[in-house]
Antibody
Framework: QVQLVESGGGVVQPGRSLRLSCAAS????????MHWVRQAPGKGLEWVAI????????YYSDSVMGRFTISRDNSKNTLYLQMNSLRIEDTANYYC??????????????WGQGTLVTVSS | DIQMTQSPPSLSASVGDRVTITCRAS??????LAWYQQKPGEAPKRLMY???SLQSGVPSRFSGSGSGTEFTLTISSLQPEDFATYYC?????????FGGGTKVEIK
């Protein structure tokens, strides 16, 4: 079955960097686009970024554009989110999710359990 | 960016009630609309896609409708396991945007 396992979360100071990983299994990772979605404590869902199946297309939310970079290594079945210049408002549970297709306009059909990022001084 | 306005933000209902949740898009999104259910401490789960297509394994008491700018999620007879928060998502254009959520609570 599809399994997505996020890692890399933790406590980090404002302005610092963190890289999240998402290990995928149970499906042909290289055939699917992938998303990152976040949820601040007690708040709603916020879409963060998407990367196409081959990494050639990437899109970001306005709130992370220029600070976060989504990438993937299809040889390792792993999705990444490099987060730079972190802000207190980036504190959230970060989910990776599989897109229901290979391109850049598909919604999420399967989700990981999330990894918590806390930005605090 | 497309804004998704979801209503109501919360509702109280009883087991067996019919429940309707609405999402309005600030501009047309065709039928590029999905609905998700999230229970406390869990990841979201997709219920509907393409506005009205039921995700495999989801009970048939859930249904979706709409196209363009107005969408609804209906639960025909609320069950105890349906108490959760529901979100719509438009994926017609970037950046994708979620509605603010509707928390369905027990009356």
């Amino acid at each position: 079955q599809v399994q997505l396992v996020e890692s890399g979360g933790g406590v980090v100071q404002p302005g610092r960097s963190l890289r999240l990983s998402c290990a995928a299994s149970g499906f042909t990772f290289s055939s699917y686009a992938m998303h990152w979605v976040r949820q601040a404590p007690g708040k709603g869902l916020e879409w963060v970024a998407i990367i196409s199946y081959d990494g050639s297309n990437k899109y970001y939310s306005d709130s992370v554009m220029g600070r976060f970079t989504i990438s993937r290594d299809n040889s390792k079945n792993t999705l990444y989110l490099q987060m730079n210049s972190l802000r207190i408002e980036d504190t959230a549970n970060y989910y990776c999710a599989r897109a229901d297709g290979s391109g850049s306009y598909y919604n999420m059909d399967c989700w990981g359990q999330g990894t918590l990022v806390t930005v605090s001084s | 960016d497309i804004q998704m306005t979801q209503s109501p933000p919360s509702l109280s209902a009883s087991v067996g009630d019919r429940v309707t949740i609405t999402c309005r898009a600030s501009q047309g999104v065709r039928n590029d609309l999905a609905w998700y259910q999230q229970k406390p401490g869990e990841a979201p789960k997709r219920l509907m896609y393409a506005a009205s297509s039921l995700q495999s394994g989801v009970p048939s008491r859930f249904s979706g409708s709409g196209s363009g700018t107005e969408f609804t999620l209906t639960i025909s007879s609320l069950q105890p396991e349906d108490f959760a928060t529901y979100y719509c998502l438009q994926h017609n254009s970037h950046p994708f945007t979620f509605g603010g959520g509707t928390k369905v609570e027990i009356k």
